[in-house]
Structure formats: structure tokens, C-alpha cells
């Protein structure tokens, strides 16, 4: 029997914790998250978060500008949210339109208030097995996988990406969190010999369809961070129905990871408010 992890349900629960933990507050944490330009999958990003943040009873603290805004004037608006106390966490919304630089706008955001956990200060921290701010899709993969009761220490965690956003980051974590940890990217040379040697295997390659039946173990955790529109709708970078009665767990899409991501930004942004009272 392959158990489908429901990650509505398991966002839902996290999303009422913090409600719970915002009611609580002496103060109320805000979210600024920060949109330059028009790009409409972005937009359609925020508005999303917006209304989480709303919903958790937290203070939308949001700033728009427009495609043409410099470098410096993305810069003054970081810097003042920064220094405004009323702003618990910052996101900057990604990717930004072209001629603005990433890199050096996120480095603005103080480690404390970086939600997204991808500030190069935040990723140190990681790195460095310190405690921070982590980045939310893979923060939601631990979620779920607590959420189950798969056990981390000592098994062998195959993540497949290296991306900053998110295969770098989780292979720290579950590293972290005492997993024996393999990072599978492009040039691994024989990907389904070293995926069929995971316990739990996490897949974020942004290639649909990437891993089938060959690739798993009996009684593996499978989860699928990969989503790609289709025209039979969304699907992941994982072949799902193929591992009925091989894997032990897999992750939908939707309903898995994906709803994860915002209840974990939800749940930075009231760490974050949470540092900032102590
Ligand atoms: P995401 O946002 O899901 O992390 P990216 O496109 O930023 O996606 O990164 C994709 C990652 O997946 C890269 O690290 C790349 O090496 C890895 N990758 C892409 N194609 C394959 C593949 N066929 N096999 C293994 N890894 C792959």
C-alpha cells in the first residue's frame, strides 16, 4: 500500500498554528513582500501570500513598483523596510524584471527579517549548521515528512537539484537533521542507480516526468517538489502512479509541496516576529 501525504492537510494545520501564535502576539507581525514590475505569474504569486497573511490575522505590509524602478530605488525601499519595525519579514518577490541585480537587493534583507531564507547570510548560516531563517519549499518537505513520522537520522536522502531555492538548501537540512545525504543533479552519471538507494528521495529537478518505477526503492518516501502545467493539468517531476505499491509514501500535485510553500512563509514570518520580541 502507497500512502498519498496530504499536504493540504498538513498546510492547513500549520496555517491555523500560526493564526493561533499570531492571536497570541503582543504585537502583530507584518509581512512586506515587495513586487517590482508587472510579470503576471508573479503577481498572481503575492496576491497569493497576501492573502495568507491576511487570512493568519498578520499585517500585509505590501510595496509595489513599477517595471522601470532602478536599482537604488529597490534598494531605498528594502533598506526602509529593513529599518521599520513594524515589518516582522521581507520577501522580494523573484525574478525581478530585467537590469535589476538579485543578489545584492536580497542582501539587504537583515538575516531577521528573511523570510525566503535565500540572502547569502542566511544561506551561510545553513551551511554553518546555524540556526536562521530557512527557505520555504524545503521547509515544507520537512513539514511533511514530520508530519509522517519518517524517520531522518541515518537514512539515506537522495535529493535530486542543486538549485539554490531549493536542492542545496534541503540537502543541508536533511543533513541537519542527521539523514546520510546524496545531491543528484544534471551530470550525475547513473541518476536511477543512485535514486534506488534512497529511503527518502526528494526530487527537484524541474523536469516532468523525471523519475518512474526504476528509480525507487520498496518502501521509500517519495517527494515531489516539480510542477508543470499540462494539458491535462498540473504534474510533477515524479511518474506518481507508477510507484503504487512500490513506494511506501508519495506526494501528489497538486496537494502536496505546493500548498506547504506558503504556510511555511506564514510560519517564518511569525519566527521571525518571534526573534525580534526577544
Ligand atoms: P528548482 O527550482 O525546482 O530547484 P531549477 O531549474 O532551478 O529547479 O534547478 C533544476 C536542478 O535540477 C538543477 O540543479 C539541475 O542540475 C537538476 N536537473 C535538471 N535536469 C536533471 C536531470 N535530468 N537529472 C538530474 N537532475 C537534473
Not at 491555523?16 to 498572481?44: C, K, N, Y
Amino acid at each position: 500500500m502507497t500512502t498519498t501525504i496530504d499536504g493540504r492537510a498538513v498546510a492547513a494545520r500549520v496555517r491555523a498554528q500560526v493564526a493561533a501564535e499570531v492571536a497570541a502576539s503582543p504585537r502583530i507581525p507584518g509581512l512586506a513582500t515587495v513586487l517590482v514590475g508587472d510579470d503576471p505569474a508573479s503577481a498572481v504569486y503575492v496576491a497569493a501570500k497576501r492573502r495568507a497573511v491576511r487570512e493568519a490575522g498578520m499585517r500585509d505590509l505590501h510595496r509595489s513598483l513599477p517595471a522601470h524602478a532602478t536599482q537604488a530605488e529597490v534598494t531605498t525601499v528594502l533598506d526602509d523596510l529593513a529599518a521599520d519595525p513594524a515589518v516582522s519579514g521581507i520577501l522580494l518577490q523573484l525574478p525581478l524584471p530585467p537590469g535589476l541585480d538579485a543578489a545584492p537587493l536580497l542582501d539587504r534583507i537583515p538575516v531577521g527579517k528573511d523570510v525566503d531564507g535565500l540572502t547569502a547570510a542566511s544561506a551561510g548560516r545553513l551551511a554553518r549548521g546555524e540556526d536562521g531563517l530557512r527557505p520555504c519549499t524545503p521547509s515544507g518537505v520537512l513539514e511533511l515528512l514530520d508530519a509522517e513520522g519518517v524517520k531522518l537520522r541515518g537514512a539515506h536522502a537522495v535529493v535530486v537539484g542543486r538549485s539554490a531555492l531549493v536542492g542545496r538548501p534541503m540537502a543541508d537540512m536533511l543533513l541537519q537533521r542527521d539523514a546520510t545525504v546524496t545531491l543528484a543533479h544534471r551530470h550525475t552519471a547513473d541518476l536511477a542507480a543512485v535514486t534506488r538507494t534512497a529511503d527518502v528521495l526528494v526530487v527537484a529537478a524541474g523536469v516532468r516526468g523525471l523519475v518512474g518505477a526504476g528509480h525507487v526503492r520498496h518502501g521509500a518516501t517519495v517527494i515531489d517538489v516539480g510542477i508543470h502545467r499540462t494539458p491535462g493539468g498540473l504534474a510533477g517531476d515524479v511518474r506518481t502512479a507508477e510507484l503504487d505499491g512500490i513506494a511506501a509514501r508519495v506526494t501528489p500535485v497538486p496537494g502536496g509541496v505546493g500548498p506547504m510553500t506558503i504556510a511555511m512563509l506564514m510560519a517564518n514570518t511569525v519566527r521571525a516576529a518571534r526573534w525580534r520580541r526577544s
